[in-house]
């Protein structure tokens, strides 16, 4: 399984932007970000496919960007218009499999994960 490391969380305010990273970039299968706030299941947030096909949550649609950085070899997301219902630790997830129809969102379809990065959101 990969070992999967996030960096890039912090504390801003609403309507900020943050950038999380996620080292190394696996090109196989799926890579994608999920997040998970206290009393809450983890969610998926955005997937990505070695192709570049992207998936996003209806949630973060529009505000955040999934995106492969192939020369600093990183999954990148870049979260703009944050809101304080955007509070949550990040995780970074990979998973082998290649689906044809594109990477489905749920963290139960991902076997490797980072150890978390935190992003608050404040007003």
């Known amino acids: 399984q990969a070992q999967l490391r996030e960096s890039g969380g912090g504390s801003v305010q609403s309507g900020g932007s943050l950038r999380l990273s996620c080292e190394p970039l696996?090109?196989?299968?799926?890579m994608g970000w999920f997040r998970q706030a206290p009393g809450k299941e983890r969610e998926g947030v955005a997937v990505?496919?070695?192709?570049?096909?992207?998936t996003y949550a209806e949630s973060v649609e529009g505000r955040f960007t999934i995106s492969r950085d192939k020369a600093r070899n990183m999954l990148i997301l870049k979260m703009d218009s944050l809101e304080l219902e955007d509070t949550a630790m990040y995780y970074c997830?990979?998973?082998?499999?290649?689906?044809?129809?594109?990477?489905?969102?749920?963290?139960?379809?991902?076997?490797?994960w980072g150890q978390g990065t935190q992003v608050t959101v404040s007003s």
């Open positions: 990505s496919d070695g192709s570049g096909r992207t």
């Open positions: 997830g990979h998973d082998k499999y290649n689906w044809i129809g594109g990477c489905p969102t749920g963290p139960k379809f991902f076997k490797s």
């Open positions: 696996m090109n196989d299968g799926c």
